[in-house]
């Protein structure tokens, strides 16, 4: 049996903070056509079913259309089901205007209640997925009330934020050392919006699939789902890359000896590979005696990718033996930080400050 586990999806994202808003609407339809694609990757690939462990929308309120789009592709694929855990994100109901028998039969929910147990046969297999929604009076006590079957595989849902791992927005945080030898052979995490796998126990394995599709510089790379596969009572698996676009931050150093034909140099190389359907951050850091012409760098590279954003975060470079001798008030304060016990990148920082604000200028920028 192969099943798909993916978590975070975030769809009808706004993705207004950083794109146009242009960009922003193409980019809710990529997101949606990447779910598509992953039902037609889990067709062609045999697939029993999907895992969806969270966050399947972003916010509560969500354009009809978007959830329409996800509710055909429940109902045009009977052949696979759709295991759909909600997350911290998920308050939106996918099927809110729906009655209950309008429910489709492949589509399978967990809840807060209790945990809920779905059972599958294959090649003299028993296999289970279960499930619970993690809830603030809950959280704590859920697994004393798992129960699994050790002949059986046992893949268990959880969305959370596991406590070794930090999360970008709040939620219930996940004990591993609850889910120890409680017979799991694959626990299916969602929240952390990065691809993680690591050892559970003896037995099992603990992982986060991550998102789908990146959506913000605060978690760059590779993005997809995992893909089981259940044969002989064990469970392997394997990380599928599937985003249409990569995200990636890409730090830059520079020094008070280089032009700004030296930083444009050093850009060409460090952007070097990236595909032009990739989204870029560029980050200047370091130290300079120049003032960085970031409107030249974004005119040179702007077009070459699907976005790019520059940000400057350089610290003037200071020349103490320039101040040595010079009799002014600069001088002066350069000279009493130099003989204070601090890391040097803090003395630069404050004489950066400093100076500036001697000469006048706006610190606050």
């Not at 996918?94 to 599958?120: G, V």
């Amino acid at each position: 049996m192969r099943i798909i586990h993916c978590a975070d999806l975030h769809l009808d994202s706004k993705m207004e903070s950083n794109l146009s808003y242009d960009q922003a609407r193409e980019r809710r339809e990529e997101l949606l056509d990447t779910f598509r694609r992953m039902v037609e990757y889990a067709v062609t690939g045999r697939v029993s079913a999907i895992i969806i462990a969270g966050d399947l929308f972003d916010r509560a309120q969500i354009r009809k259309s978007a959830g329409r789009s996800v509710m055909d592709q429940i109902t045009e694929h009977p052949g696979i089901d759709f295991i759909y855990l909600k997350g911290n994100h998920d308050s939106a109901d996918l099927l809110e205007d729906a009655k209950e028998e309008e429910m489709p039969k492949n589509l399978k929910c967990f809840t807060a209640d209790e945990w809920t147990y779905y059972t599958y046969e294959d090649e003299g297999q028993n296999i289970v997925i279960a499930g619970r929604e993690l809830k603030s009076q809950n959280a704590s006590l859920i697994s004393n009330d798992l129960v699994l079957d050790p002949a059986a595989v046992n893949i268990v849902t959880l969305h959370g934020q596991e406590a070794k791992y930090e999360g970008k927005d709040n939620t219930e945080i996940i004990r591993r050392e609850d889910f120890k030898g409680k017979n799991i052979d694959y626990l299916a995490l969602g929240h952390i919006h990065r691809y993680i796998c690591e050892s559970l126990d003896e037995r099992g394995t603990l992982c986060y699939s991550g998102c789908l599709e990146g959506r913000g510089f605060d978690v760059c790379g590779r993005k997809g789902f995992v893909l089981l596969d259940v044969s002989d009572k064990k469970v392997s698996h394997v990380f599928v890359p599937f985003a249409r676009r990569t995200m990636h931050e890409i730090q830059l150093t520079v020094n008070q000896e280089m032009t700004m034909g030296d930083v444009m140099k050093a850009c060409d190389v460090s952007l070097r590979g990236i595909s032009a359907e990739d989204m870029v951050k560029l980050v200047l850091n370091g130290y300079s005696n120049i003032d960085l012409d970031l409107g030249r760098v974004r005119q040179t590279y702007r077009d070459r990718f699907y976005f790019l954003k520059v940000t400057d975060e350089t610290s003037v470079y200071i020349d103490y033996d320039s101040f040595k001798n010079d009799r002014s008030l600069k001088g002066e304060f350069v000279r009493l930080l130099e003989d204070e016990e601090l890391p040097e990148e803090i003395k630069n920082d404050i004489v950066e400050v400093g100076i500036r604000a001697i000469l006048g200028e706006d610190i606050f920028e």
